[in-house]
């Protein structure tokens, strides 16, 4: 019988991530700093929200686009949060997660030739996604230097003439880099002359610790050209209620609904019900959840600054990534190692590209008291290799 299983999807590694908590379920008592996800309950006045539409049995489909409500509600927070106005019936589609407003796009623009730039360390379903809509991948290596920021010079000199997307994430996965205002003006600039698209993946953008967030969309000459996804589940700590929404031009959402109607039919009803109540009455909960985040980065890079382990400041999201290079091991040794001696869980830094080998990723969604006992454990293992 002849191999039925395309030979792009053969190709494509599994998630570096995942093969960490695989390995770290066979050991008892291991103490996770891999996941990305936030450690709080989604707020009371959200899930009661969903459990009243559910007593009410609101449960059927809702528009492919997703419930009017729910749109309009996300272009109130796009206008509040980023200055940015959008027509809920035209420039906004629901979807499930983040991940799949990603996955839309890219299918949705990507012709066969086509190439997508995408700066690392990233996100690890990014490069995947692109190679499953049939485009090439070019990567750009983010350097710690430069605090993991990309540099118009940096996107000037990965550009060629089959590039045609550029697929961001800042506030960055691992690295917790972000790009300021005066970054972005930058490379609008190369942007705008090479005629690219941006996909902006702006799921942390809540969790921008110095300064308001601020999108690409929002630069001069960038709303007609990028395509901003984010979602609910980091902001409002709503993981498992998979839902996500992209906006942007209308005839990109147009097509990215006609997939998501063939692929999905719509995101699911009653997380729909319940991100509209987390719009209209969820800021405050933001902000408790933003300080606790900020509170558990400054004492994990203190405890980092205290075993010489060197790391960069991140600004946003819940992750630093500090650097292993000096201690002669690879990003996969040190973390095997660290798991198997001392039963903590990282995840090795090439997980998310070639340019983060040398480097690990910790998450500090997770309370204080595991966060002390993790990093003292890993400081007794850095006492050991050195």
């Known amino acids: 019988m002849r191999d039925f299983l395309a030979k792009k999807v053969k190709e494509i590694k599994p998630s570096g991530i995942r093969r960490f908590f695989d390995i770290a379920k066979e050991i008892e008592g291991a103490i996770s700093l891999g996941v990305g996800e936030p450690d709080f309950d989604t707020p009371w006045h959200i899930r009661e929200e969903a459990i009243y539409t559910l007593e009410q049995g609101k449960t059927v489909y809702t528009s492919n686009s997703g419930l009017k409500e729910l749109r309009v509600e996300i272009c109130n927070y796009m206008k509040r949060k980023l ?16 991940s799949e407003a990603i996955d839309a796009a890219l299918r949705a623009m990507i012709e066969p030739g086509d190439e997508v730039i995408i700066p690392t360390p990233c996100y690890v379903s990014y490069e995947p996604c692109a190679i499953l ?21 940096e996107l000037e000199e990965a550009i060629t003439p089959k590039s045609k997307i550029l697929l961001m994430n800042f506030p960055n996965n691992p690295t917790g880099a972000i790009m300021e205002k005066k970054d972005l003006e930058e490379i609008a600039k190369v942007i705008i002359k090479h005629d690219l698209f941006v996909i902006s993946d702006e799921i942390y953008s809540e969790l921008s610790y110095f300064n308001d967030h601020t999108s690409i969309a929002s630069i001069e000459g960038m709303k007609d050209r990028t395509l901003i996804i984010n979602g609910f589940s980091k902001a409002y700590s709503m993981t498992g209620w998979r839902l996500g929404y992209a906006c942007g031009p209308a005839d990109l959402i147009k097509q990215m609904t006609k997939i998501h109607q063939f692929a999905i039919m719509c995101a699911p009803t009653t997380s729909q019900y319940a991100a509209v109540e987390a719009l209209k009455n969820g800021d405050d909960d933001i902000l408790n959840m933003k300080e606790s985040y900020d509170e558990r980065r400054r004492y994990v890079l203190h405890r980092l600054n205290e075993m010489g382990l060197p790391c960069f400041t991140p600004k946003g999201a819940f992750y630093v990534f500090p650097d292993i290079r000096g201690f002669g091991l690879s990003s996969d040794e040190f973390s095997i190692r660290l798991l198997n001696e001392e039963k903590v869980v990282v995840v090795p830094g090439n997980a998310f590209g070639e340019s983060g080998e040398g480097f690990i990723r910790i998450s500090y969604a997770y309370s204080l008291e595991d966060l002390k006992k993790a990093l003292g454990r890993v400081e007794s293992f850095i006492k050991k290799i050195k």
């Open 133 to 153: 809509a049939g485009a090439s991948v070019k990567t750009i290596s983010l350097k710690n230097e430069n605090e993991f920021r990309l540099t118009a010079k």
């Open 83 to 98: 200055g940015l106005e959008y027509k809920w019936d035209t420039d906004v589609l629901v979807t499930v997660g983040g």
